[in-house]
């Protein structure tokens, strides 16, 4: 018997067409979520501190303090408010209401003319946001030493500090996060389209008592599992092609690569969510589960474990041994090159390797569990 | 009476109908572990492990000792040399090193001469929140090491700043995962049993069978509610025992607090749950739509990235975001041993959005009822 029979393939195909766009769910899911996701990753999540809120207490009335607490309020990257009393500042630090605060003791003014002693000057961070605390600290420190450097300048002496850094950001000269955050948010996007829609189709047919209607019929393995896949993969690349542009034309995210590279590099992991979402669906026979699995196999460890936000090299090594294994990886560092870089086959070679070894290995193990018969 | 017995009954299927099955039983448990298991390891913005590459053209005493020092701190486990600009341009590109420092052939010498030498430092801009931060370990590891200098020669600094970190002083990130996961997880978890469930009775029929029993609409609803708000306790209970007891994390404030919190937020979550269900024909529909709900909804709690970091008017719509509110609340009793009253100003817009929310869902329902 023949595998395929294309007459029997377009007619399912044309089926499960069909079923996608009566459903207004997968409509929403493929052309609202991924503008709605865009935009909240545009917009939303900002890993970039711009103004960080931090309170203030001056308790010395020397002119150095003032002249501090100046440079302080000055700074573009702090939101500096003034409060009277160290119980309103700590008040205000359990409210969330600032980030962290800077107390200038009594005898600042004094202390800091005087040679051989040392002023101290209190910071505290609100440790429960730890990003946000690195953050506190390295601003206010930063204020801190250009404070010194002017003061030292004023009167005439030589600068004190012997070594300086000098950051400079490649890549993305501006430091937006935004630049590499919605490359990687595609990826989450595209898992949602491949596996959490997929992870309801073949589940649904058994439900319904369809599949076995399906299975009375000729049709082949190989068909039946075409049949799910083409479709599914047309609304992923369209829906990839509607993201990249709404990220470049729209959001204004510099694309320096070229639409083989995207071609290439996307489907290899659509196939990958794809099989996934079809071997939960067909192991599962169960909607509700299939798409409680859906969410925890494909969707979190896009969102946790690809690398997009979170850093995979801070992960402990069984950890990153876990991400080898999750096809968004690749993905996310892919289309960051496509974006960032440009179509740098050398960088792209790996990640292209791993993702036809993932869409192979998960799109087999959705034929293997696809049975042509009722247990 | 009949009222109690009436939803104790429709209460009791839905518990069977949720355990009734052992991949059920398993999905309702086996993620709680699993998250509670690795997030706290992955969701990390902290920087570890990360490499520095290092182009030294100088080869004095200062810039060996300089490199030591940064070598030593645990930021970086790796220290790439590079010999060249060409392969110092490489091993940012490929993302081998995350940061990468540029030493001139003058540093030692300006050092010594009481200079100031500057040195380039590269950053990924690709990975901008991490180079920044990998960055300040660069910079803090150098203001020790001068003012080590500064003591040898028997210099004292004018002022220096003595920074401390409240609540967590050594900004342990697992602290704030596991404190917001309570929250994020509990979300999932009573949500989509909600939407799913009146869903579920729709598509195979059986929810024409609950109409024409003697169950009003209303407690038709309330019988939905109850399995999911008992769910999110129970998930909740979960992650809290695993973050107190085998994380160690030192829960500050009132149990009871948390709860009642709790409570609200479930009520809110409920409404929302019931309200997708109301209007959605298929559990496809439904599952779907609490995802539509869901992922913006935690994207924009401030767990990934700050409220405060949002544009103003985006600040302002997450006010009626509950997953905001809630993780404010769990992050502060748990964390920060926030007072009632902090409490309950994150509290009442949760009232606020569970009224809606519910009424919304009631007049769906009488409206699908009738």
């Known amino acids: 018997m023949k595998c395929i029979s294309w007459r029997r393939l377009r007619a399912l195909c044309w089926k499960e067409t069909l079923q996608i766009f009566r459903d207004p769910s997968s409509i929403l899911i493929a052309f609202f979520m991924p503008l709605l996701m865009l935009f909240i990753f545009g917009y939303g999540i900002n890993l970039d501190f711009s103004r960080l809120r931090v309170g203030l207490l001056v308790e010395d009335g020397g002119t150095a303090a003032a002249d501090f607490a100046a440079t302080l309020t000055g700074s573009p990257w702090l939101e500096v408010h003034s409060y009277d009393s160290r119980a309103a500042l700590e008040r205000a630090l359990v409210d969330s209401q600032i980030r962290g605060f800077v107390v200038i003791p009594g005898d ?44 030292a300048e004023d009167r005439g002496e030589e600068p004190r500090r012997e070594i300086s850094l000098e950051p400079r950001v490649w890549f993305n000269p501006s430091a937006e996060s935004r630049n590499f955050i919605i490359p990687g948010s595609i990826t989450v996007i595209m898992t949602v389209i491949g596996a959490l829609l997929t992870s309801l189709v073949v589940a649904r047919e058994w439900e319904r008592g369809t599949m076995e209607a399906l299975l009375a019929s000729p049709v082949t393995r190989t068909e039946l599992l075409l049949c799910k896949i083409l479709p599914y993969y047309a609304l992923g690349m369209i829906s990839l092609l509607l993201c990249v542009g709404v990220a470049h034309w729209v959001l204004r995210v510099p694309f320096r690569g070229t639409i083989p590279a995207l071609w290439v590099v996307g489907s290899l992991f659509l196939l990958s969510v794809l099989g996934i979402g079809l071997a939960i669906s067909t192991g599962m026979r169960n909607q509700f589960n299939a798409a409680q699995a859906a969410l925890n196999a494909a969707f979190l460890p896009a969102v946790m474990l690809s690398g997009f936000i979170y850093e995979i090299s801070s992960m402990p090594v069984f950890l990153r041994g876990v991400t080898h294994i999750i096809p968004a990886r690749y993905f996310v560092t892919s289309m960051q090159t496509i974006f960032q870089a440009g179509t740098d086959w050398r960088l792209l070679g790996p990640d292209i390797l791993m993702l036809a070894c993932t869409a192979f290995v998960f799109i087999g193990l959705t034929a293997k569990l696809t049975k042509r018969r009722m247990e | 009476m009949t009222f109690f017995s009436r939803i104790h009954s429709l209460v009791r299927k839905e518990f069977q109908s949720l355990f009734s099955t052992k991949s059920g ?80 052939a003058d540093f030692s010498r300006k050092v010594t001469n009481g200079e100031t030498s500057p040195v380039q430092v590269i950053l990924d801009g690709r990975r901008s929140n991490s180079s920044q931060i990998a960055f300040s370990y660069l910079q803090s590891v150098l203001d020790v090491y001068l003012k080590d200098r500064a003591g040898a020669a028997g210099r004292v600094v004018p002022s220096e700043i003595i920074a401390r970190n409240w609540f967590v002083p050594n900004l342990e990130y697992t602290y704030f995962i596991l404190a917001s996961l309570v929250a994020i997880i509990t979300t999932i978890g009573s949500l989509i049993v909600t939407a799913l469930s009146v869903s579920r009775e729709r598509e195979q029929g059986t929810f024409e069978q609950l109409l024409v ?31 107190v007891f085998i994380y160690h994390v030192p829960f500050r404030g009132s149990l009871a607090l948390l709860y009642g919190a709790m409570f609200f937020y479930s009520l809110a979550l409920v409404g929302v749950g019931l309200f997708i269900s109301s209007v959605s024909k298929t559990q496809q529909q439904a599952f779907l739509g609490a995802f539509v709900f869901m992922v913006p909804a935690i994207l924009l709690s401030g767990y990934t990235a700050p409220v405060e970091n949002m544009p103003l008017w985006l600040q302002r719509v997450t006010w009626i975001n509950p997953v905001r509110h809630f993780v404010e609340i769990v992050k502060g009793v748990f964390l920060k041993d926030a007072s009632p009253a902090r409490v309950c100003s994150l509290v009442w817009p949760l009232i606020v959005i569970g009224f809606g929310t519910l009424t919304l869902a009631a007049l769906m329902f009488r409206r699908k009822a009738a």
Request: net charge neutral; charged share 15%; proline share 6%.
């Open chain 2, 25 to 104: 039983r398993m999905l309702l448990i086996m993620p709680v572990i699993l998250q509670t298991a690795l997030f706290p390891f992955a969701a990390t913005l902290e920087v570890k492990n990360a490499s520095l590459a290092v182009f030294n053209e100088d080869h004095g005493r200062a810039s060996v000792e300089m490199m030591q020092r940064f070598a030593a701190s645990g930021a970086f486990s790796r220290i790439i040399p590079v010999w060249s600009n060409e392969e110092m341009q490489q091993a940012i590109g490929t993302r081998d090193a995350l940061l990468a420092v540029h030493i001139p």
């Open chain 1, 108 to 151: 600042f003014s004094r202390k800091v003319n005087q040679p051989g002693v040392t002023a101290p000057v209190q910071l505290v961070a609100d440790g429960s946001e730890p990003n946000i605390a690195q953050f506190v600290r390295s601003t206010v420190n930063g204020v801190w030493q250009t404070w010194q450097a002017h003061r």
């Open chain 2, 213 to 243: 029993s003697p169950l009003s609409p209303e407690m038709i609803m309330i019988g939905k509610a109850v399995p999911a708000v008992v769910v999110g306790f129970f998930q909740a209970t979960l992650i809290l025992i695993a973050a």
